[in-house]
């Protein structure tokens, strides 16, 4: 039996996907895939994966309809070409903000997505630092659900920060900002937002816990318009923090989320790459890790059938 | 077509379908359910439910398992009877807590049980207040999430307490905790907890946030063993609340939780029956709730096809 | 049991489901459609939807993936909330001309399409003049294919036009010609094109029929980048033809199309509205069709059980 | 890839465990399992097993339900564990007896099982002398359907037994009972029962066949409650029979067996040990053999890819 | 919605469907079906079933394998066609006797039969006195089990024979033929068979239980080659029964069956038209109880979903 | 693990076995297949296939559907006895014609096929020049499509022809002939077929292109009764073609085919082996090319996971 393996990359991730291979000493393998101009997708693998262990490495990025069809399009495409094991290497997840039903009539898109991959023929996920853990339960695959934690709090420990606190921006991430502080062996401090009237608003309505003379660092998941951390910084500087800094996996970035950063008080945005970040959006401010390593090793781990636990320490 | 419905009901939720069914003005569906002396469950359906819409009420609580497999063995029966449609209610969801892999090599047992629900025949599903309301998103089939908030939101304003606040007992149950505060106008308390060394013990290091002379209220989700209500209350006593409160949805009370109430500074918790309370855990201190009425009208909705949102409000 | 139906409609056929439903007399269904600034696509359907018989009108039209993945969420949405039954009618089908595998490694795009919808949770499908009609057998759920033959056919046959060809723009098409030189009494033609060298390059070799002072029309499923309809332009008139029409069902459109039509010898172009055509895209030269009175009699009969085959002569 | 393979087991047969992995050479693989005060079972899976070929051995025996849970959980902590084959060793088969709808409205459990574990994650199963062989079939997952026979017959023929004859305590279990007789050589009775008016009690009618002078072996495929045979020991003497014997796979001596059999004529009962017979119950006249021997040939069998066929002679 | 239901038949059953639907008061539904020259069945529906409850009426009669296929075809174009539930009403089950795995990889045709008629889309299941009870949990979907025991047993009660027994003709038929010594009041013989030496020869080596001076009646679930029953009639006259009689629901008949029992000393074969039996195998001998009105209940109580319990009794 | 594999051929299909065996230097699997008088077919493999990687040789020939359930029980037997991987070979693909609904109430056979032989167990299917390629698109697994194209074209220009020109004999096959013509270097012609009146006659109403001189080859996926290309052979003869010849994959001969072979002006048929052609219909005017390398080729390259890519050009 064939006992090699290929990593294939969709299109935003080529240079993801080039860090990858070269910390696993291959090569990406080769695809064509272009949009046509009635904007259809095409893939064609050009390698032949018969019987081959396959990675799909993509990314939750706009156009996340295009770019998640893209995927599904390729797993199909391996699928028939009789890969012998899809897995789908997902860093961020597409729609991993719609997990619940917390309205009448809303869909839970997250778990159609889940429902589309395995359709399409994926036989394993590998995604990273999900915003419900739950969504592991989304899928009846085996799931490796990675974290940047390490990565991002050995970065801020490396600082040696006087008097860190853990800021969590809103009651929902306080347990997610928990971990980091544990970690870091910071205090915690959290964010209490309220709804005003009937309007549909939200501000800050107390700042739960302590940030005199504090080095606050406001984790997340993600960074997406950039608003609420924005806020946050200047409610923190307000209650007296020294400075501010943020933290998160996703650096999503959208709309006008890198004016706000560089318009806010923040001291440091911390982002991985687990969503290309375009030079563009490169300011001084914005610090980019990269998740390349961990992504290579858990891609050797799953080929290998080796236990992936230690990347999860 | 038929046009009637009937509820069935397990062993240990008798009394609540009483209630329920004295309700919606209708009877409790008749079966036979009995363990055999080599404890294997049995089930006969007594009315004929040729294409009825069937509503099976069951809940989680011990012996949890035989009544998890009472439940799909009755759903199998009713489904080989031709029942037309088949939606369990099930009040407290079993295995609620196991939705996530939080370690190497554990089960997401929340979800298995969700497929063997739907395995056994479930069309869809009933349930409340759900740990994560991410495991809505574990089924395909439609899942009614109802909420016990308004029951637990409308006992504590009547009693008009001066200075309530509200108090998540740790970061996970910080988003839960906010909802409530957001209803009752009152401030949110976290308490931070951290494991002590490599011991995996817990203990809370630091209440964040102002409880001196406030009216706290512990809510969360269920109260199972007691031992985190009781620890907080005595730490919020310690900080200066007046007295302190306990509210959850399900009152699972195991173990040595009624005796740890009696014996805490606790002046009253308050549960609903979604998990039935034996006369004996039915302390002075412990006020139970009823749901029968949400789950009366959340029946009669699902078979008539009325809109449920008026019930989540 | 509830025995209305709705029919909601996806952003780009709001036009179109508002034609439709005036002819069913019938409101549009209300829902909340929107992208966020991170690009995910919002689905909150504002009327109540339990047990009804629902219609989801969408189509593929750039952006293609977007808008497939927006009649995914709207699926998921209404099975959520306990629609009885969802018909999703698509008169231009995504992905239609990715129908087979033609070379290696590559996907079947349409049947991934299918199993998509049907993941979602479509009950049932809706489409008009699938390239192939075989596409029909990538479903399990029932299908039900409409053609525009007669519309296009009473429009050309009311140009009394003195000798008229129906001409196959190539040897695939032919078959789908011939229906159309059937129906309108007209002999065929086809033009019989082949690939130069090896560099894939496509040329017309052959008129393979006679087009001597005839009213050519070319028939076809889709015009999409119109240069195959333009060149056969070109050669049916140096082979004599007095004139040359095109006749299709989805007026595709993409790219240079419009520029072309208008500086080809085309006489007219005559298309459907399956897919929507912009005002700038409706010069002089382009008429087109509405395919409304033939959806609205699809979705009247689906709904009533009634038999469809009328509209398929 | 891994070319090893691991045996977990449940809590009730570690024993049954230790023994099979010791004819192995090979150690049970460590798990760590467990009932929390809410009577929820935990399960964690402490070696690595990603890739491995693994086995699950439990079997059914109170408290049944919670131990078929607990069968499910480890099959879904592996499957997400990344296990590459899990193959369920269940010698004696959950809710064996309920294979058919006898009556209206009752369940077919046993078939319920088989999608259960199938759901759960199992990809092929090896059982034990199961009640209808017809079960095999509610699988589409490949059965590996091992019998006691020859371990029984063996133990019998042992005793040079001068004119045996074969038993069946009834009619469902006369083609059971005329296996053995065939193999032993030994002539065959039947036991004739009917129901006595409208009570539903059972009475044993007639002897079918000759018993004068001869040892009466009586063969099922499980002792219960041993009321059957305990009656048919005292008729069988009535004719005539100089001794009885019973033999059986499964040894469910449920309520008031162990009492009976003491109580009995039964001059010895023969089982196996497919069910953990504990201490207490190991009176004189109980003699347990074991299949450990033939469980750990069926292991090795499937995972090398050997035919079973031998072990079925 | 639509509440009617249609009746079609397949090729063989036209007679029986005609006595059915003459029974229910309605037609036949129509529908084309007939062989292509190259063996291909080809069936069009020609009655609208659009959201009908629509039945399917087939059997197991040579060509065994086309019928099967026919059903299939006929399911799948009602299903195509929107039928709204489908029902298989199958008095013969096909591949009734391939129900287990009784030597080394031999097929379970009963249970792929089950998974063909559900694939093809059947949504329940209506047949008759299937040779082992258990082939129902082969389904998922309902199954009513009919069967022939009362119409066989008034037929032999209204004999009023003076010592009649009833007969397994092997111990695989003891349970079968003991419900019908039960209803008859009537004691029960066994034939003990036994297979001879290495040769795969089997021989009735023991008449077990009394037939001095009896009406012996032979009861099976079908009668196939009729060597079986032939040779037991002989036997049973050889151990001094007074006249064999043989009953079964099946009338398999293949082969040399009608000779052979032409030629036997069996007085009288009665069966049911399960099966079509054709004129030239009416002789004297062979009685054929009709089961039309049997299943014209059944249709109509499936249709009305009243209780079908009352045909098993 | 097991690296070897095994071909095993159904009854119509021993000879090609053979064949295709000598060529990749293995024996056909030992089976047992047969039909009970009941004309129920008995399948037994022989040999042990614990974890092979099978291959299931069969075809679609009459009796058609006893041949096809023949495949499907074949490979239940395959999978019960758990072979890794089993994939059906299937040269002519059983109801190929019926793939799409192109009248009211029709199934597509051809799809419900695909879905018959992956509930069967197929893992994957190998077939060869369907009519329609989009049938790979009925299948969720695997497909590889290969064609007699290169075998058919050698051997006619071999033949050295001096003005070949290809016909397509209707508007349907004007696909299928372009490729043949394509490959050939040959002008292509097509026979324009027209329904007469309302009588659902057929007639060549014209041959569409030029035929003078030309030496005529008829290509078509397959050839049935031969009415339609003796009829073209009379027509194309009488427009002026010096000689006709005429070309398909799959000789499938029914009825009159032969006959009409025989009594026509075609000076050569030229089939492949897909379906076996006896002895009687091997008239010195039929000409049979072998697949049996090609099709061993494509064996050898599932096993072994090597491209099969060359063997389409």
Redesign the interface.
């Known amino acids: 039996?064939?006992?090699t393996y290929k990593v294939f990359a969709g299109r935003p991730v080529q240079d993801l996907a080039q860090e990858v291979c070269r910390v696993l000493g291959t090569d990406v393998g080769r695809a064509e895939i272009f949009t046509?101009?009635?904007?259809?997708?095409?893939?064609?693998?050009?390698d032949?994966?018969?019987?081959?262990d396959v990675f799909v490495l993509h990314t939750s990025t706009?156009?996340?309809?295009?770019n998640?069809?893209?995927t599904?399009?390729?797993i199909?495409?391996?699928?028939?070409?009789?890969a012998?094991r899809i897995t789908a290497v997902l860093p961020y997840y597409p729609?991993v903000?719609?997990?619940?039903?917390?309205?009448?009539?809303?869909?839970?898109?997250?778990?159609?997505v889940a429902?589309?991959l395995t359709?399409?023929?994926a036989d394993?996920v590998v995604t990273m630092d999900l915003t419900?853990?739950?969504?592991?339960?989304?899928f009846?695959i085996?799931?490796d659900?990675l974290t940047a934690l390490p990565i991002l709090c050995d970065y801020f420990a490396a600082k040696k920060l006087k008097h860190p606190v853990v800021v969590?921006p809103?009651?929902?991430s306080?347990?997610w900002?928990?971990r980091y502080?544990?970690r870091l062996g910071a205090?915690?401090?959290?964010l209490?937002k309220?709804?005003l009237g009937n309007s549909g608003e939200v501000s800050i309505?107390?700042v739960?816990?302590e940030v005199q003379d504090a080095e606050a660092i406001v984790f997340d998941d993600e960074i997406?318009?950039a608003s609420s951390v924005a806020e946050a910084a200047r409610v923190l500087l307000d209650h007296g923090a020294r400075e501010v800094y943020a933290g998160c996996t996703h650096g999503?970035l959208?709309?006008p989320a890198v004016e706000r950063i560089a318009a806010s008080p923040l001291k440091e945005v911390v982002v991985t790459n687990t969503i290309p970040i375009p030079p563009a959006k490169r300011i001084p401010k914005i610090t980019v890790l990269s998740v390349a390593d961990l992504l290579a090793q858990a891609i050797r781990?799953?080929h290998e059938?080796?236990?992936?636990?230690p990347l999860?320490r």
Chains 1, 2, 3, 4, 5, 6 share one sequence.
């Open positions: 039996m064939n006992d046509f101009s009635n904007d259809n997708t095409f893939v064609r693998i050009l032949s994966v018969r019987e081959c706009p156009p996340v309809d295009q998640l069809m893209e599904l399009i390729m199909d495409a391996l699928r028939r070409a009789s012998r729609y903000r719609s997990d619940k039903k917390d309205q009448p009539r809303v869909p839970i898109t997250a778990r159609l429902d589309l359709t399409a023929g394993r419900a853990a739950q969504i592991q339960g989304f009846r085996p799931v659900h969590a809103d009651a929902g306080a347990k900002a928990s502080a544990e205090p915690l401090v959290l209490d309220r709804r309505a107390n739960v816990g997406d318009r999503v959208s709309g781990g799953v059938g080796a236990s992936l636990s999860f």
